[in-house]
């Protein structure tokens, strides 16, 4: 692609609305976009698009390319790969951010191959290179324990980017832009799954990820008993509740909670780390937090190393207590 031009958004859709990723991802584009002198924008794949698409504008695009295709409504990956790869080779961008979801960690290396370009997943930063203008891209390596930066030669430069890892972008509700629908050739064969059903799965109150509170627990709990006291003090702050590895692994909270490198990133405003160390791992999710106060027995902990405020102590005395005073302060 020697005449690559643009930073192209790859969206996703819940609920005919753009997912909270990919306003992180037009957001990031957008940065990348000013310092490069290029024009963002979005390529959207499914049915019905017009909503989302629009929201996308609004977002910072300045072009939405929609790809529309009965087989691009369920996410599957091998439509997917194959209306984006004839959408790469029509725009011709230079660089294409794709969300590091479910989805995304499927197509970002399938979609590298095809086009036969690198690929750097994972990515917490981006930055440009003074004069050579290439994408610089810092991701977590050896289990979070470095980071590297990493550039590619090639175009388009792809990169997956962690969720979380950027503000999601500011809503101008005034903004105008183009909308382009591409055609995109799917053959039948090119899907070899399908989806035989769903499950939809109940949740109570605020999603961890969005919430501006999180109490996190780890394996210095010592069972599952104790985060019903975690969800007290979660639900008097407004917030939710998350966990360690461990304490995922050791069966005593869903995985679905789990924070960390190999589990989900979140950025509230306010973090409280009852009896988690702080490995590098767990960090890795959690570092983006505006305040972490940690709450811990072991004066050498890892996390007191990242946390504004720390309690050395026994949780069973502390966390009581200072539930109660909240309730106090709510009430």
Not at 112 to 134: H, I, K, M, N, S
Not at 159 to 182: H, I, W, Y
Not at 287 to 305: L, M, P, Q, Y
Request: a neutral charge; hydrophobic letters at 45%; aromatic letters at 4%.
């Amino acid at each position: 692609m020697s005449e690559a031009n643009g930073i192209l958004i790859v969206g996703e859709i819940v609920n005919a609305r753009l997912s909270s990723v990919t306003s992180e991802l037009l957001n990031a584009g957008g940065q990348l976009a000013g310092s490069l002198g290029q024009p963002l924008y979005a390529v959207l794949l499914g049915a019905n698009l017009q909503d989302a698409a629009q929201e996308a504008l609004c977002n910072g695009a300045s072009k939405v390319f929609l790809a529309e295709h009965p087989l691009l409504i369920e996410e599957n990956v091998e439509a997917h790969v194959t209306a984006l790869h004839q959408v790469a080779e029509q725009v011709q961008p230079s660089i294409m951010l794709i969300g590091r979801t479910q989805l995304g960690r499927e197509l970002g290396p399938r979609l590298a191959f095809r086009l036969r370009v690198g690929l750097a997943q994972d990515a917490v930063a981006l930055t440009v290179e003074p004069g050579t203008q290439r994408l610089l891209v810092t991701r977590p390596v050896y289990g979070g324990n470095a980071m590297a930066v990493v550039t590619m030669t090639g175009k388009p430069q792809i990169v997956t980017v962690r969720p979380k890892a950027f503000e999601a972008a500011t809503n101008n509700k005034t903004a105008e832009g183009e909308l382009v629908r591409v055609s995109v050739e799917i053959p039948n064969s090119v899907v070899r799954t399908r989806v035989v059903d769903r499950v939809a799965q109940e949740t109570a109150g605020v999603k961890m990820e969005e919430a501006r509170v999180v109490v996190g627990g780890g394996r210095g709990l010592g069972g599952a008993a104790p985060f019903a006291e975690l969800e007290k003090l979660a639900k008097l702050l407004g917030g939710a509740v998350g966990a360690s590895r461990p304490a995922c692994d050791a069966g005593w909270i869903d995985p679905r909670f789990q924070i960390g490198l190999t589990g989900k990133t979140i950025t509230p405003e306010l973090y409280i780390a009852v009896a988690i160390s702080g490995a590098c791992q767990h960090m890795a999710g959690c570092s983006g937090a505006k305040v972490i106060v940690a709450v811990n027995h072991d004066t050498e902990a890892e996390i007191f190393k990242q946390a504004r405020y720390g309690v050395v102590g026994d949780w069973r005395k502390i966390l009581p207590a200072f539930t109660e005073a909240i309730r106090e302060l709510v009430s």
